[in-house]
């Protein structure tokens, strides 16, 4: 079983950025498409960004398009989430996950939180305005 470990998440003001990771280890990393999800407090878990496993194709929740980057480097096993112009409302707990579901482009379930089984401690991201 893959374990994940966030990092990178903090305190910003809106407008400001973040760079968050995620270090994945027990698989082959290269293998799986990835995800980022957030969690606010009082609020379901959503899908927020997703790669495929080459890197070549991302997948982004309407409200983050434009605004927040995904990337993987499958050298280092290693996940990333670049969030810039953040907005109050990013503030939450955000987690990634392994995609095991079926690709983002062709299964909605992929994107589907509940779908997924095991999550890591997640990383806070506070924007205050």
């Known amino acids: 079983q893959v374990q994940l470990v966030e990092s990178g998440g903090g305190m910003v003001q809106a407008g400001g950025s973040l760079r968050l990771s995620c270090a994945a280890s027990?698989?082959?990393?290269?293998?799986?498409?990835m995800g980022w999800f957030r969690q606010a407090h009082g609020k379901e878990r959503e899908f927020v960004a997703g790669i495929s496993r080459n890197g070549d194709n991302q997948y982004y929740e309407d409200s983050v398009k434009g605004r927040f980057t995904i990337s993987r480097d499958n050298a280092k096993h290693t996940l990333y989430l670049q969030m810039n112009s953040l907005k109050p409302e990013d503030t939450a707990v955000y987690y990634c996950?392994?995609?095991?579901?079926?690709?983002?482009?062709?299964?909605?379930?992929?994107?589907?939180?509940?779908?997924?089984?095991?999550w890591g401690q997640g990383t806070q991201v506070t924007v205050s305005s």
């Open positions: 996950n392994t995609n095991t579901l079926g690709f983002f482009a062709e299964w909605p379930i992929a994107r589907n939180p509940k779908a997924y089984s095991h």
């Open positions: 027990g698989r082959t990393f290269s293998g799986y498409e």
